[in-house]
């Protein structure tokens, strides 16, 4: 990809394709000091207040700079390479790392160990491109004293705080609010699908784990939705179409969200799995698509609770799990309180937090 220059006209040419570019979009990214702050890179001005009639005067290449002259006298040398990174309509940086879909055979676990100096080293980049690699990643050796996790979760970005706190325990009590605080097994879920939005990496946090029992269980919901495509795809289009209804209620709170068990974006590619079979309230449909619908929910949750799927492994006191909650599905075998204590604390934390984090360690280190 170059620019060339014809006539007072800025183009890019791509080799097999050339086009103008408009000389607003090149206007907009005037970066003398009196139009950019060198820090922020934020604009001193405000483009939607200018004339729309930009036009280039006079325009030039040299030492891979592009200085115009603008109709409006303004005058601006535009680093080439910076213009040919804003070509890109996505966001490079995440999109580029590869997304690995695995099964129950997938056996090599990358684990990282937690150290003093983590969270601005070459290592957390590394953790984060793993996490973006599987969905999950676990850290050794975390400290557990005063609510560690909290500090991890912010020392990535910051903690997503919901109405359970900033943090949550996890470990069997009387008289229960969720399954999750008894010692019962817990099927193959995504965590609070009646947010909006849902919250997008759950870190859990192993305090204590004398139990028998009481492995930790993963399911990619990137294969499982995949090979659905693949087997069934009126099930797999089903089951992106209809919006159910998710729902939690206690005594502070209803939360609500209508939403479909497998999103995908704008380019019909996987975003997000829900699946909660306790919350789910399906809406009223045709009994022919209800029909299909409960077939193609009972399917998939059938994928979801084989054991083609499943992954088990056994959290030690400071191992933390980190896992995408839009692309994976956790879950816990059973365990006897009788044999010992199993204690995890978990908390919540958004994309912007490991896509902030991976693009500040990318410049850092100049990958
Ligand atoms: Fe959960």
């Given at each position: 990809?170059?620019?060339?220059?014809?006539?007072?006209?800025?183009?890019?040419?791509?080799g097999?394709?050339?086009?103008?570019i408009?000389?607003?979009w090149?206007?907009?990214?005037?970066?003398?000091?009196?139009y950019?702050d060198?820090?922020t890179?934020?604009?001193l001005?405000?483009p939607?207040t200018l004339?729309?009639?930009?036009?280039i005067?006079?325009?030039n290449?040299?030492?891979n700079?592009?200085?115009i002259?603008f109709?409006?006298g303004?005058?601006?040398k535009?680093?080439?390479?910076?213009?040919?990174?804003?070509f890109?309509?996505e966001?490079?940086?995440?999109?580029?790392?590869?997304?690995i879909k695995?099964n129950?055979?997938?056996k090599n676990?990358?684990?990282?160990?937690?150290?003093?100096?983590?969270?601005?080293?070459?290592?957390m980049?590394d953790?984060?491109?793993?996490f973006y690699?599987y969905g999950?990643?676990?850290?050794?050796?975390?400290?557990?004293?005063?609510n560690?996790?909290?500090k991890?979760?912010n020392?990535?970005?910051?903690?997503?705080?919901t109405?359970?706190g900033?943090?949550?325990?996890?470990k069997?009590?009387?008289d229960?609010?969720?399954?999750?605080y008894?010692?019962?097994?817990l099927?193959?879920?995504?965590?609070?699908?009646?947010?909006?939005?849902?919250?997008?990496?759950q870190?859990l946090?192993?305090?204590?784990n004398?139990?028998?029992?009481g492995f930790?269980t993963?399911?990619d919901?990137?294969?499982?939705?995949?090979?659905?495509?693949?087997?069934?795809?009126?099930?797999?289009?089903?089951?992106?179409?209809v919006?159910v209804?998710?729902k939690?209620?206690?005594?502070?709170?209803?939360l609500?969200?209508?939403?479909?068990l497998?999103?995908?974006?704008?380019e019909?590619n996987?975003?997000?799995v829900?699946?909660s079979?306790?919350?789910?309230?399906?809406?009223i449909l045709?009994?022919?698509n209800?029909?299909?619908?409960?077939?193609?929910?009972k399917?998939?949750?059938?994928?979801y609770n084989s054991e083609k799927?499943?992954?088990?492994?056994?959290?030690s006191?400071?191992?933390l799990?980190?896992m995408?909650?839009?692309?994976l599905l956790?879950?816990?075998t059973?365990?006897e309180t009788k044999?010992?204590?199993?204690?995890l604390?978990?908390?919540?934390?958004?994309?912007?937090?490991?896509?902030g984090?991976?693009?500040?360690?990318?410049r850092?280190?100049?990958?």
């Amino acid at each position: 990809m170059k620019i060339e220059l014809i006539e007072n006209k800025v183009f890019f040419n791509t080799g097999s394709l050339k086009k103008e570019i408009h000389p607003f979009w090149l206007r907009e990214r005037i970066n003398g000091d009196e139009y950019l702050d060198k820090k922020t890179q934020q604009r001193l001005f405000d483009p939607t207040t200018l004339n729309n009639n930009i036009s280039i005067k006079k325009a030039n290449i040299s030492n891979n700079l592009l200085e115009i002259d603008f109709n409006d006298g303004v005058n601006s040398k535009l680093d080439i390479e910076k213009l040919l990174q804003d070509f890109s309509s996505e966001d490079v940086v995440i999109n580029s790392i590869e997304k690995i879909k695995w099964n129950s055979t997938f056996k090599n676990i990358k684990k990282f160990e937690y150290k003093e100096t983590l969270f601005e080293s070459k290592e957390m980049y590394d953790l984060l491109v793993t996490f973006y690699n599987y969905g999950f990643v676990i850290i050794k050796n975390v400290p557990t004293e005063d609510n560690f996790i909290v500090k991890f979760a912010n020392s990535v970005g910051s903690v997503r705080r919901t109405n359970f706190g900033e943090y949550f325990d996890v470990k069997s009590k009387p008289d229960p609010n969720d399954l999750a605080y008894t010692s019962l097994a817990l099927a193959p879920h995504t965590d609070n699908p009646y947010r909006n939005p849902v919250p997008c990496i759950q870190l859990l946090h192993c305090i204590e784990n004398e139990v028998k029992g009481g492995f930790s269980t993963l399911v990619d919901g990137f294969t499982v939705t995949e090979d659905l495509k693949k087997e069934n795809p009126d099930f797999y289009k089903i089951l992106t179409e209809v919006k159910v209804k998710f729902k939690f209620i206690d005594n502070e709170v209803i939360l609500e969200s209508w939403s479909s068990l497998i999103e995908l974006d704008n380019e019909k590619n996987f975003k997000q799995v829900r699946f909660s079979p306790r919350l789910d309230f399906v809406p009223i449909l045709d009994k022919k698509n209800l029909d299909l619908y409960y077939k193609a929910r009972k399917r998939i949750s059938e994928m979801y609770n084989s054991e083609k799927y499943r992954i088990e492994f056994k959290l030690s006191p400071k191992d933390l799990l980190m896992m995408d909650n839009y692309r994976l599905l956790h879950g816990r075998t059973s365990y006897e309180t009788k044999d010992g204590k199993r204690f995890l604390k978990g908390c919540y934390i958004d994309y912007d937090s490991t896509e902030g984090k991976i693009r500040h360690l990318k410049r850092k280190f100049n990958f």
